[in-house]
T-cell receptor, first 114, second 114 residues
Framework: KNQVEQSPQSLIILEGKNCTLQ??????????LRWYKQDTGRGPVSLTIMTFSENTKSNGRYTATLDADTKQSSLHITASQLSDSASYIC?????????????FGAGTRLAVHP | ETGVTQSPTHLIKTRGQQVTLRCSSQ?????VSWYQQALGQGPQFIFQYYREEENGRGNFPPRFSGLQFPNYSSELNVNALELDDSALYLCASSLGLGPTDTQYFGPGTRLTVL
Protein backbone atom coordinates (compact mmCIF):
# COMPACT_ATOMS: atom_id res chain seq x y z
CA LYS A 1 0.00 0.00 0.00
CA ASN A 2 1.30 3.45 -0.92
CA GLN A 3 2.21 5.60 2.04
CA VAL A 4 1.03 8.74 0.25
CA GLU A 5 -2.21 8.58 -1.76
CA GLN A 6 -3.48 11.45 -3.90
CA SER A 7 -6.82 12.20 -5.50
CA PRO A 8 -8.05 12.80 -8.04
CA GLN A 9 -5.58 11.15 -10.39
CA SER A 10 -6.31 13.81 -13.01
CA LEU A 11 -8.41 16.94 -13.25
CA ILE A 12 -9.50 19.33 -16.00
CA ILE A 13 -10.68 22.84 -15.13
CA LEU A 14 -11.32 26.06 -17.01
CA GLU A 15 -8.99 29.01 -16.70
CA GLY A 16 -9.95 31.27 -13.81
CA LYS A 17 -11.64 28.52 -11.80
CA ASN A 18 -10.52 27.21 -8.41
CA CYS A 19 -9.68 23.62 -7.56
CA THR A 20 -8.63 21.50 -4.58
CA LEU A 21 -6.32 18.51 -4.66
CA GLN A 22 -6.28 15.90 -1.89
CA UNK A 23 -3.53 13.92 -0.18
CA UNK A 24 -3.88 11.14 2.40
CA UNK A 25 -0.79 9.73 4.05
CA UNK A 26 0.13 7.00 6.50
CA UNK A 27 3.74 8.06 7.12
CA UNK A 28 4.12 8.50 10.85
CA UNK A 29 5.78 10.15 12.57
CA UNK A 30 6.67 12.72 9.99
CA UNK A 31 8.73 15.88 9.98
CA UNK A 32 6.99 17.85 7.27
CA LEU A 33 4.68 17.66 4.29
CA ARG A 34 5.35 19.46 1.04
CA TRP A 35 3.53 20.08 -2.18
CA TYR A 36 5.61 20.07 -5.34
CA LYS A 37 4.68 21.17 -8.86
CA GLN A 38 6.16 19.18 -11.72
CA ASP A 39 5.91 20.35 -15.30
CA THR A 40 6.04 17.60 -17.92
CA GLY A 41 9.58 16.31 -18.38
CA ARG A 42 10.98 18.59 -15.68
CA GLY A 43 12.05 18.15 -12.08
CA PRO A 44 9.60 18.92 -9.24
CA VAL A 45 9.63 22.40 -7.71
CA SER A 46 8.64 22.95 -4.07
CA LEU A 47 5.49 25.05 -3.56
CA THR A 48 4.81 24.80 0.17
CA ILE A 49 6.19 23.11 3.25
CA MET A 50 4.33 22.49 6.52
CA THR A 51 5.60 20.91 9.70
CA PHE A 52 3.32 18.60 11.64
CA SER A 53 2.25 21.51 13.87
CA GLU A 54 1.16 23.81 11.06
CA ASN A 55 -2.36 23.88 9.63
CA THR A 56 -1.98 26.05 6.57
CA LYS A 57 0.64 27.61 4.33
CA SER A 58 0.17 29.89 1.35
CA ASN A 59 2.35 30.68 -1.64
CA GLY A 60 0.59 33.16 -3.91
CA ARG A 61 -2.46 31.47 -5.42
CA TYR A 62 -1.52 28.15 -3.77
CA THR A 63 -2.80 27.36 -0.27
CA ALA A 64 -1.99 24.09 1.45
CA THR A 65 -3.75 22.76 4.53
CA LEU A 66 -2.78 19.98 6.89
CA ASP A 67 -4.81 17.96 9.37
CA ALA A 68 -2.34 15.79 11.27
CA ASP A 69 -5.13 14.04 13.19
CA THR A 70 -6.80 12.66 10.06
CA LYS A 71 -3.52 12.51 8.13
CA GLN A 72 -4.91 14.57 5.28
CA SER A 73 -3.62 17.52 3.33
CA SER A 74 -5.07 19.57 0.51
CA LEU A 75 -3.74 22.03 -2.03
CA HIS A 76 -6.13 24.75 -3.14
CA ILE A 77 -5.42 26.70 -6.31
CA THR A 78 -7.35 29.91 -6.84
CA ALA A 79 -7.98 31.74 -10.11
CA SER A 80 -6.22 29.07 -12.14
CA GLN A 81 -3.98 30.02 -15.05
CA LEU A 82 -2.92 28.04 -18.11
CA SER A 83 0.59 27.81 -16.62
CA ASP A 84 -0.84 25.86 -13.68
CA SER A 85 -1.15 22.83 -15.96
CA ALA A 86 1.23 20.33 -14.38
CA SER A 87 1.39 17.44 -11.94
CA TYR A 88 1.05 18.31 -8.27
CA ILE A 89 2.77 15.94 -5.92
CA CYS A 90 2.28 15.54 -2.18
CA UNK A 91 5.55 14.64 -0.44
CA UNK A 92 6.11 13.53 3.15
CA UNK A 93 9.44 13.50 5.01
CA UNK A 94 9.53 10.82 7.72
CA UNK A 95 10.84 11.89 11.11
CA UNK A 96 13.01 8.82 11.47
CA UNK A 97 15.75 7.53 9.18
CA UNK A 98 18.55 9.95 9.87
CA UNK A 99 18.55 11.31 6.40
CA UNK A 100 16.51 13.61 4.27
CA UNK A 101 14.34 11.05 2.47
CA UNK A 102 11.19 12.14 0.66
CA UNK A 103 8.17 9.88 0.11
CA PHE A 104 6.19 10.98 -2.92
CA GLY A 105 2.61 10.43 -3.91
CA ALA A 106 1.82 9.56 -7.52
CA GLY A 107 0.58 13.09 -8.16
CA THR A 108 -2.54 14.73 -9.57
CA ARG A 109 -2.28 15.77 -13.19
CA LEU A 110 -4.04 19.12 -13.63
CA ALA A 111 -4.99 20.51 -17.02
CA VAL A 112 -6.22 24.10 -17.22
CA HIS A 113 -8.12 24.84 -20.41
CA PRO A 114 -8.87 28.31 -21.87
CA GLU B 1 15.85 27.20 -12.76
CA THR B 2 17.14 25.49 -9.60
CA GLY B 3 20.84 25.52 -10.48
CA VAL B 4 20.93 21.72 -10.48
CA THR B 5 22.02 20.28 -13.81
CA GLN B 6 21.93 16.73 -15.12
CA SER B 7 23.45 15.01 -18.11
CA PRO B 8 22.64 13.60 -20.49
CA THR B 9 19.08 14.76 -21.10
CA HIS B 10 18.07 11.58 -22.88
CA LEU B 11 19.68 8.18 -23.22
CA ILE B 12 18.82 4.96 -25.01
CA LYS B 13 20.44 1.70 -23.96
CA THR B 14 19.83 -2.00 -24.49
CA ARG B 15 19.25 -4.69 -21.87
CA GLY B 16 22.41 -5.80 -20.09
CA GLN B 17 24.32 -2.60 -20.76
CA GLN B 18 25.65 -0.22 -18.12
CA VAL B 19 24.86 3.48 -17.80
CA THR B 20 26.27 6.46 -15.89
CA LEU B 21 24.17 9.53 -15.17
CA ARG B 22 25.65 12.77 -13.86
CA CYS B 23 24.42 15.55 -11.60
CA SER B 24 25.90 18.90 -10.63
CA SER B 25 24.46 20.21 -7.41
CA GLN B 26 23.52 23.77 -6.61
CA UNK B 27 26.40 25.88 -5.34
CA UNK B 28 26.97 25.37 -1.62
CA UNK B 29 24.90 22.18 -1.39
CA UNK B 30 26.67 19.15 0.09
CA UNK B 31 23.83 16.64 -0.14
CA VAL B 32 22.60 14.89 -3.29
CA SER B 33 19.67 12.48 -3.56
CA TRP B 34 18.73 10.35 -6.54
CA TYR B 35 15.20 9.32 -7.50
CA GLN B 36 13.66 7.09 -10.16
CA GLN B 37 10.34 8.22 -11.63
CA ALA B 38 8.41 5.76 -13.78
CA LEU B 39 5.83 7.15 -16.17
CA GLY B 40 2.73 8.37 -14.34
CA GLN B 41 4.24 7.70 -10.91
CA GLY B 42 5.85 9.76 -8.20
CA PRO B 43 9.62 9.63 -7.77
CA GLN B 44 11.06 6.73 -5.75
CA PHE B 45 14.09 7.32 -3.52
CA ILE B 46 17.22 5.47 -4.68
CA PHE B 47 19.93 6.79 -2.35
CA GLN B 48 21.43 9.91 -0.84
CA TYR B 49 25.02 11.14 -0.59
CA TYR B 50 26.32 13.52 2.04
CA ARG B 51 29.89 14.79 1.83
CA GLU B 52 30.99 11.92 -0.43
CA GLU B 53 29.44 9.16 1.72
CA GLU B 54 26.23 7.21 1.07
CA ASN B 55 23.82 8.30 3.77
CA GLY B 56 20.70 6.29 3.05
CA ARG B 57 19.31 3.90 0.47
CA GLY B 58 15.88 2.94 -0.79
CA ASN B 59 14.67 -0.44 -2.04
CA PHE B 60 16.91 -0.70 -5.08
CA PRO B 61 19.25 -3.61 -5.91
CA PRO B 62 23.04 -3.29 -5.65
CA ARG B 63 23.37 -2.85 -9.40
CA PHE B 64 22.30 0.73 -8.67
CA SER B 65 25.36 2.47 -7.26
CA GLY B 66 26.59 6.00 -6.90
CA LEU B 67 29.42 8.36 -6.15
CA GLN B 68 29.76 11.86 -4.84
CA PHE B 69 32.87 13.86 -5.64
CA PRO B 70 34.74 16.47 -3.56
CA ASN B 71 32.92 19.24 -5.43
CA TYR B 72 29.66 17.51 -4.40
CA SER B 73 28.67 16.59 -7.93
CA SER B 74 27.40 13.03 -8.20
CA GLU B 75 27.02 10.02 -10.47
CA LEU B 76 24.41 7.29 -10.62
CA ASN B 77 25.57 4.02 -12.16
CA VAL B 78 23.25 1.23 -13.20
CA ASN B 79 24.67 -2.13 -14.28
CA ALA B 80 22.97 -4.95 -16.16
CA LEU B 81 20.14 -2.74 -17.35
CA GLU B 82 16.62 -4.20 -17.39
CA LEU B 83 13.57 -3.03 -19.32
CA ASP B 84 11.95 -1.83 -16.08
CA ASP B 85 14.84 0.58 -15.53
CA SER B 86 13.29 2.81 -18.19
CA ALA B 87 12.34 5.97 -16.30
CA LEU B 88 13.13 9.59 -15.58
CA TYR B 89 16.07 9.79 -13.18
CA LEU B 90 16.08 12.87 -10.99
CA CYS B 91 18.77 14.20 -8.75
CA ALA B 92 18.15 16.75 -6.04
CA SER B 93 20.60 18.76 -3.98
CA SER B 94 20.11 20.37 -0.59
CA LEU B 95 22.11 22.41 1.89
CA GLY B 96 22.21 19.55 4.34
CA LEU B 97 20.48 16.57 5.86
CA GLY B 98 17.89 18.47 7.85
CA PRO B 99 14.32 17.34 7.14
CA THR B 100 13.32 20.92 6.40
CA ASP B 101 16.21 21.47 4.00
CA THR B 102 14.49 21.90 0.66
CA GLN B 103 15.63 19.55 -2.07
CA TYR B 104 16.11 21.30 -5.40
CA PHE B 105 15.60 19.04 -8.38
CA GLY B 106 17.38 18.94 -11.69
CA PRO B 107 15.49 18.49 -14.98
CA GLY B 108 16.16 14.76 -15.02
CA THR B 109 17.65 12.23 -17.41
CA ARG B 110 15.17 10.20 -19.45
CA LEU B 111 16.55 6.64 -19.78
CA THR B 112 15.00 4.22 -22.25
CA VAL B 113 16.07 0.57 -22.13
CA LEU B 114 15.25 -1.48 -25.23
Amino acid sequence: KNQVEQSPQSLIILEGKNCTLQCNYTVSPFSNLRWYKQDTGRGPVSLTIMTFSENTKSNGRYTATLDADTKQSSLHITASQLSDSASYICVVTPLSGGYNKLIFGAGTRLAVHP
Amino acid sequence: ETGVTQSPTHLIKTRGQQVTLRCSSQSGHNTVSWYQQALGQGPQFIFQYYREEENGRGNFPPRFSGLQFPNYSSELNVNALELDDSALYLCASSLGLGPTDTQYFGPGTRLTVL
